[in-house]
């Protein structure tokens, strides 16, 4: 400590290792703390743009697949996603996985049929709590987190 503390000295004729300005050093570890935080901070994924989220949109591209797929063929969108189940999706699309190996997604898909479009939606932690959307009205993903 008393190193750390030789940086705020102030000399004061005889002995300069006993004048420590506490002031000093106290301002030195808040800018040290300021300044991690802001290179943290800065550093962190936007949302949508973290690997949890690329893996989410990987996961929804066979079940964006069966949702066209389904509209094509019956002229609306099904109800629920488990309407898709077996005909044109597997049931194992549906479920929630670990997608890093140390954080697991929130919660699964969840889907609200419109009629004539849809919004398909997950939620997925790291950093920061985020949702992605994807609206077939504007076909492609927003996100938003807190942080």
Not at 20 to 40: C, N
Not at 61 to 78: C, M
Not at 103 to 108: D, F, I, N, S
Request: net charge positive.
């Amino acid at each position: 400590m008393r190193n750390a503390a030789v940086l705020f000295t102030e000399s004061s004729g005889a002995g300069s290792f006993e004048t420590i300005m506490l002031l000093g050093f106290a301002r030195w570890i808040r800018i040290v703390l300021a300044t991690s935080l802001a290179v943290g901070t800065s550093a962190c994924w936007q949302a949508g743009q973290a690997p949890n989220a690329r893996s989410g949109f990987e996961r929804a591209k066979p079940i964006l697949a069966a949702l066209a797929k389904y509209r094509d063929q019956q002229g609306y969108y099904p109800a629920t996603l488990e309407s898709l189940v077996p005909q044109y999706l597997p049931a194992s699309a549906l479920g929630a996985t670990d997608t890093t190996g140390r954080v697991k997604l929130m919660h699964a898909f969840q889907y609200e049929s419109l009629g004539a479009s849809f919004e398909l939606r997950f939620q997925y932690t790291g950093p920061g709590s985020n949702q992605c959307i994807y609206r077939s009205t504007a076909p492609k993903w927003e996100c938003s987190g807190k942080f």
